[in-house]
């Protein structure tokens, strides 16, 4: 009981906040609507019970006359002025259609709102670089974003309307079961309203034994979530790096390991589809014995002259009726396993994201209203602990072009990555200069989805970007002959070659005119000239920017005026020129 507590606490507070933002007006007004028409669709199955009994006892009469009436028009009945079943069906289609369409509107409206929240926390502070070093048991965040959320919301909505729902008609029709049913006499004792206390048995009966034979679905689902997003994902990875995996020729390599994660999946929906098994042999059986139970029930009275044939099929729809709604953790148990491995997810996405904002340590990036960039005791570590940089400290001045050296895994882009404030395993501080325009050039630059102008601009908005500065710094960056596909939209990152996407870097910063620049082997796909012409065109278009790079070749050191070198965990100064035996 304290898990399922906590359960629902949990569900609760991936749902409230939705209810309480700056959608609430028009989000509870669709949700009343939506509950309005579900009771609608209650009361319209309270009169087709009475319907039917009316229609029943005209064939039973023979009685023509009811029959057409209570087929086509309307009829004056006992109990009062019933329909015909053409208005009736007419009514319930058009509550039954606008009930989903306002709940599908209320899902999407839920659902982008809860996305965009979502969004904001994992991207604020950089939470989701965190947590992809710290908590690698967070898998698959692009799966918890586009498809838990989507599960959830629907999974919420239909299930808390069912129950809904199956309370009402509950209540609804107890009553009319228990004025149909009449008294029971066993064992000398009188008991009013039987059928009743017969569904009411049946029903928590059969929910005990659903839940002890599907429990094992709860941990399943879970699991299955993982497993297919681990496939995915590996698919994705395939797609992404088909050029490399060509060159190596790693089919065999890359087969083998998507077979494995495919094997992985396949085992658990096997376990899934055996525990499954169990319950549809429990849960078919349950409905289909409902069936029929109501008539075996009710059968000594109908004989007996009691009620007649209408009376006894609304006593069996009411019996079914009120056993359906106490039956509703039996029809819907896979569907709630399937519910609470999602919110898990969900809850858990959260909670490492929390964590990873919160969490403190590393080296603190601090803007301060100063003119230099200072390194202050800057301990840089890896996840496992080893430490690359030990105390460092270092000064440099706006306008400066300084050159990190040292020998590969030094920690060279690690420091790069310090200054970015986005380093968690550390100590230190660096002192920034407030209100400076920062860039960051990595080897391998970030290309994202859309056109070409866009990735050329990123992370300005391209429509903010005039048109004539796009042409000139695409033209000065070498990539003139791309000019009209700039609004081309494609997988830039597999058209460009390596040195083509570093001189799409290479036009971002002279887009974006940063006053400190930071290449970590920004250069290192082109060609010695091109290269130069990389340097130069910096030195000229951003003649106030401090650079400050990271690269091996020797001929890279003529464009900085002094270096700093890492030497056995210590940083220090030495000559622009790399050493012997660097790289």
Not at 258 to 272: G, Q
Not at 281 to 302: D, E, L
Not at 365 to 379: C, N, Q, S
Not at 432 to 460: D, E, I, N, S
Request: charge should be neutral.
């Amino acid at each position: 009981m304290r898990r399922l507590g906590t359960f629902l606490s949990d569900a609760w507070a991936l749902a409230a906040p939705y209810w309480r933002s700056e959608e609430r007006g028009r989000a509870w007004l669709l949700l009343g609507v939506v509950i309005v028409l579900n009771l609608a669709l209650v009361g319209m199955n309270v009169l087709l019970s009475y319907w039917n009994r009316e229609f029943f006892n005209s064939l039973q009469d023979k009685d023509a006359a009811a029959f057409w009436a209570l087929l086509l028009w309307w009829r004056q009945t006992e109990s009062g002025p019933m329909p015909g079943f053409i208005l009736i069906a007419v009514v319930y289609i058009l509550i039954a259609v606008y009930a989903l369409y306002l709940r599908q509107a209320l899902q999407i409206r839920w659902r982008a709102w809860m996305t965009r929240e979502l969004l904001d926390r994992w991207l604020a502070d950089r939470a989701y670089y965190r947590v992809a070093l710290t908590d690698p048991g967070t898998d698959n965040p692009d799966q918890r974003v586009a498809e838990d959320l989507r599960l959830f919301v629907d999974s919420t909505l239909t299930l808390g309307l069912g129950l809904m729902r199956s309370v009402v008609t509950l209540f609804s029709f107890i009553l009319v079961l228990w004025a149909l049913s009449g008294p029971l006499a066993l064992l000398g004792i009188e008991i009013p309203g039987y059928m009743v206390w017969v569904a009411l048995l049946y029903a928590v009966l059969g929910t005990l034994l659903a839940h002890a034979i599907g429990k094992p679905l709860i941990r399943l689902n879970f699991h299955q979530e993982r497993v297919e997003a681990d496939f995915r994902f590996a698919l994705m990875r395939f797609r992404e790096n088909v050029e490399g995996i060509a060159l190596y020729r790693g089919e065999a390599g890359e087969k083998r390991g998507l077979f494995t994660r495919f094997h992985a999946l396949m085992d658990n929906w096997w376990s899934i589809m055996v525990a499954t098994k169990r319950l549809t042999f429990f849960t078919a059986g349950y409905t289909q014995v409902a069936i029929v139970f109501p008539f075996i029930v009710a059968a000594p009275r109908f004989f007996s002259g009691a009620i007649p044939l209408g009376g006894l099929t609304q006593t069996a729809d009411a019996f079914g009726q009120v056993q359906g709604a106490l039956s509703w953790i039996v029809d819907n148990y896979a569907a709630l396993t399937e519910w609470r491995a999602t919110v898990l997810r969900l809850t858990g996405f959260r909670a490492a994201i929390a964590t990873a904002r919160a969490a403190q340590g590393g080296v603190a990036a601090a803007p301060e209203a100063r003119p230099d960039l200072a390194l202050e005791g800057v301990t840089l570590a890896l996840p496992d602990g080893r430490v690359l940089l030990e105390g460092a400290a270092a000064t440099i001045g706006p306008g400066e072009a300084v050159l990190v050296t040292g020998p590969s895994g030094s920690g060279k882009s690690t420091l790069f990555r310090a200054i970015a404030g986005i380093w968690p395993f550390g100590a230190g501080r660096v002192r920034v200069p407030a209100g400076a325009r920062v860039m960051f050039l990595p080897q391998r630059p970030y290309l994202p989805l859309g056109t070409l102008r866009h990735a050329l601009c990123y992370p300005r908005d391209a429509a903010e970007v005039p048109e004539a500065e796009v042409l000139a710094a695409l033209a000065e960056a070498g990539l003139g002959h791309l000019a009209p596909r700039l609004d081309e939209e494609g997988a830039w990152d597999r058209q460009l070659s390596g040195g083509e996407q570093q001189r799409v870097a290479l036009a971002r910063a002279l887009l974006v005119k940063p006053d400190w620049l930071f290449l970590d082997e920004a250069t290192a796909s082109l060609d010695p000239e091109a290269e130069a012409r990389f340097y130069t065109l910096l030195k000229e278009r951003l003649p106030g920017a401090t650079l400050v790079s990271i690269a091996h070749r020797p001929a890279v050191a003529q464009y900085h005026g002094r270096a700093l070198r890492f030497r056995e965990g210590r940083l220090v100064k030495a000559d622009p020129a790399p050493q012997p035996g660097e790289g």
